[in-house]
């Protein structure tokens, strides 16, 4: 790609399984070598720089060392933040969720002992990589849960995730960026999960409004399942693999 496509080109990458490997433990899980310097790079040469993940924005910003020229949209786009970290904006119609969300963690903890209760706020993330036979119990828990107190689910890699029953996700994130910046003339995102599949749609439907638009969908790939390789233009094989690509765009 020449440095005019890549100025008006926009970039969009997911965190969990694209930047960083899956681990047992949320919390211990780092961003791939050179991942945080191949985006500080790209930031600086591309039309906006991004990453759109269901993290809070303050552990991405710890993790990619708070560059100020990429964006953090945190919780699926229920939260953002534009200079690394500092300051950070939190969807209005979601901020009243907070106490049952809090309430949601402490019931999940108390009622699944052996899952993990990642609590982010605004979202609550109950995990079973540790107790894979807690699967069918963790489902059913936040389904019944969720239901109850009006929240919405959401399914990842071994985790059921309660969150605020707002209108938001990576598509909507991906769309305003889109939609904000009609000079493009491309748009990546790099993504491995069900979440990233209405930021693939978002992608396409610029594309398919607008032929002369390059949508870039990249998956990488899982031994777990790949739930994008159906949308995807091109596949990688692992995290380890994106710094390098973004360093060859770069070139
Ligand atoms: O949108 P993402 O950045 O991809 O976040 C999705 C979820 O990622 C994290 O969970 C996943 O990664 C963990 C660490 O590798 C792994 O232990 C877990 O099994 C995966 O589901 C994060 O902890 C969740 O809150 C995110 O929803």
Not at 14 to 32: C, H, N, Q, W
Not at 47 to 62: H, I, K, M
């Amino acid at each position: 790609m020449d440095s005019a496509q890549l100025s008006h080109t926009a970039f969009f990458f997911d965190f969990d399984g694209t930047l960083s490997a899956i681990g047992p433990d949320p919390e211990k899980v780092r961003p791939v070598d050179d991942a945080p310097e191949a985006l500080a790079s790209l930031a600086g040469r591309s039309a906006y720089c991004a990453v759109v993940s269901a993290r809070p924005v303050a552990f991405l910003a710890a993790q990619l060392h708070a560059v100020p020229g990429i964006a953090l949209h945190g919780l699926y786009g229920l939260e953002h933040s534009s200079d690394g970290g500092a300051t950070v904006s939190t969807l209005p119609e979601a901020a009243p969720y907070r106490p049952l969300i809090d309430e949601a963690a402490r019931a999940a903890a108390e009622e699944l002992p052996q899952a993990l209760v990642e609590h982010k706020g605004l979202s609550c993330a109950v995990h079973y990589r540790n107790a894979p036979e807690l699967a069918d119990a963790v489902e059913l828990w936040a389904a019944g849960y969720g239901a109850e107190h009006g929240l919405k689910v959401q399914r990842g890699r071994m985790v059921v995730e309660l969150k605020p029953p707002v209108e938001r996700d990576k598509g909507h994130v991906v769309r305003e960026a889109l939609d904000a910046r009609p000079e493009l003339v491309g748009g990546w995102f790099f993504g491995d999960d069900l979440g990233d599949r209405p930021a693939f749609a978002a992608l396409a439907a610029r594309a398919e409004r607008e032929p002369a638009f390059r949508a870039m969908r990249v998956a990488i790939a899982n031994p777990e399942g790949d739930p994008l390789s159906d949308l995807a233009d091109l596949m990688l094989d692992r995290p380890e693999e994106v710094p390098g690509v973004v360093r060859r765009l770069l070139r």
